[in-house]
T-cell receptor, first 116, second 114 residues
Framework: AQKVTQAQTEISVVEKEDVTLDCVYE???????LFWYKQPPSGELVFLIRRNSFDEQNEISGRYSWNFQKSTSSFNFTITASQVVDSAVYFCALSEARTGANNLFFGTGTRLTVIP | DGGITQSPKYLFRKEGQNVTLSCEQN?????MYWYRQDPGQGLRLIYY???????QKGDIAEGYSVSREKKESFPLTVTSAQKNPTAFYLC?????????????FGDGTRLSIL
């Protein structure tokens, strides 16, 4: 079964619009970690954020914010006032305490295109 | 600057040929990983190593081999047994093998068949 689902394959927005990327996860572990990565056209994955299962506080970093809701098993990512440089593929990932970082489950990614 | 260096950026393989992808890190990380990325898919784990001279198979290890003779190096060999090697390969490292450690990635190597 898919542990991380990113239902949005591709999203296009016009510059300065807000956009939310959805991530739904599945785990039986009580201790787990969620991550978001950005993959720009150059190819490398850039680590954006880590969230642990015990901390449901939302986080804001500049134009980026993350909404973690255990009740719906979701960890959504919002970009406010999008810019062309935000165009990339974004991956959500899950790591479970019992299996360690060796099993980092990735979603299939959401390709975001910001149109100038 | 600390980081992960993968080389080459592009690689072409002939039928029946083994090719080796290089991955070097200067982050002093203990754990290193190799992933394969196919279009429209997430990353799939090929091999990982938590310590020098030790490595474990991931989900899709068939047709691949690795070595970990030095902490900073984790080369991946794509053997002729891998019948569909065309993909984007990403190397990563983390400070340890614990689940809360974020993995940091290199720029990737794109492998194609001639």
């Amino acid at each position: 079964a898919q542990k991380v689902t990113q239902a949005q394959t591709e999203i296009s927005v016009v510059e300065k619009e807000d956009v939310t990327l959805d991530c739904v996860y599945e785990t039986r572990d009580t201790t787990y970690y969620l991550f978001w990565y950005k993959q720009p056209p150059s190819g490398e994955l850039v680590f954006l954020i880590r969230r642990n299962s015990f901390d449901e506080q939302n986080e804001i970093s500049g134009r980026y914010s993350w909404n973690f809701q255990k009740s719906t098993s979701s960890f959504n990512f919002t970009i406010t006032a999008s810019q062309v440089v935000d165009s990339a593929v974004y991956f959500c990932a899950l790591s479970e305490a019992r299996t360690g970082a060796n099993n980092l489950f990735f979603g299939t990614g959401t390709r975001l295109t910001v149109i100038p | 600057d600390g980081g992960i260096t993968q080389s080459p950026k592009y690689l072409f393989r002939k039928e029946g040929q083994n090719v080796t992808l290089s991955c070097e890190q200067n982050l002093n990380h203990d754990a290193m990983y190799w992933y394969r990325q196919d279009p429209g898919q997430g990353l799939r784990l090929i091999y990982y190593s938590q310590i020098v001279n030790d490595f474990q198979k991931g989900d899709i290890a068939e047709g691949y081999s690795v070595s970990r003779e030095k902490k900073e190096s984790f080369p991946l060999t794509v053997t002729s047994a891998q019948k569909n090697p065309t993909a984007f390969y990403l190397c990563a490292s983390s400070a340890g093998g614990r689940s809360n450690q974020p993995q940091h990635f290199g720029d990737g190597t794109r492998l194609s068949i001639l």
